[in-house]
Nanobody, 123 residues
């Protein structure tokens, strides 16, 4: 069982940066793939990035490649999403999610979810 809590969201101007945090409980956090997803009003929940359990392999949506960086510190049970050069279209509620071991890009593939954190980018 894994409990996830996101933080770090807020209001930022276009071109600015934010760092999101996904803090997890559970002794086996290091065995979980963790993903970030986002959902804008009236839209589906979309994949943003994910990171594998041990070697830290990463994947990104094309829309954030080169701007966002996902990383993890298993000793702190935390996954980070560094977001740079933010655009108005990045405005959404950002969720972190976890699944045991295997990579996944679909929300339905993840078993545990946080409550989300709002990111608003003003133009």
């Amino acid at each position: 069982q894994v409990r996830l809590v996101e933080s770090g969201g807020g209001l930022v101007q276009a071109g600015g940066s934010l760092r999101l945090y996904c803090s997890a409980s559970g002794r086996t956090f290091s065995t979980y793939t963790v993903g970030w997803f986002r959902q804008a009003p009236g839209k589906e929940r979309d994949f943003v990035a994910n990171i594998s359990p041990s070697v830290g392999m990463t994947n990104y949506a094309d829309s954030v490649k080169g701007r966002f960086t996902i990383s993890r510190d298993n000793a702190k049970n935390t996954v980070y999403l560094q977001m740079n050069t933010l655009k108005s279209e990045d405005t959404a509620v950002y969720y972190c999610a976890a699944r045991a071991w295997a990579f996944g890009h679909k929300p339905s593939e993840y078993d545990y979810w946080g409550q989300g954190t709002q990111v608003t980018v003003s133009s």
